[in-house]
């Protein structure tokens, strides 16, 4: 049974599945094309609209890296700010996968119904282009629709 104005739990696994899958093939496009992506966001608002979070990224430090961790912190900190138009959210960040000796995408989605979605994408970059591994299931802790 579900409380009035409170969505079926079928369809909001739909929408985590939406925005995380369109955080996911973002983050593969963008790997494709630029060689790299920074973290970002997807939302997808009351309306059903997706809309693409990004921060600016801060000086790079002296050996041309970008702190990953603190534009993260950015766009978490700038979906939690507008949490309150967002059916649900999406986003994503390069990780390095040591156990597997790779790269991936890890995408995470969150509902504002309280459900959560998460899951990685290894990759390799290879003479032919980037190829990527089947799509791992990954656990997640709600960072922006908390109570």
């Not at 050996?63 to 138009?85: I, N």
């Amino acid at each position: 049974m579900t409380v009035p104005g409170e969505k079926p739990l079928a369809e909001q696994q739909a929408e985590l599945r939406q925005v995380l899958g369109t955080a996911l093939g973002m983050a593969q496009e963008h790997l494709e094309q630029n060689g790299g992506f920074l973290p970002f966001g997807v939302t997808l608002a009351h309306d059903g609209e997706l809309r693409l979070v990004m921060v600016t990224p801060p000086e790079a430090g002296p050996d041309g890296e970008f702190d990953a961790e603190a534009m993260m912190e950015d766009v978490l900190e700038l979906l939690r700010q507008g949490r309150e138009g967002y059916t649900a959210v999406a986003f994503a960040s390069d990780v390095h996968l040591p156990e597997r000796g790779s790269d991936g995408i890890h995408g995470a989605a969150e509902h504002a119904g309280g459900g959560v979605m998460a899951a990685v994408v290894p990759y390799e970059l290879t003479a032919e282009g980037y190829v990527f591994g089947a799509l791992e299931a990954d656990g997640h802790e709600a960072a922006v629709f908390t109570t």
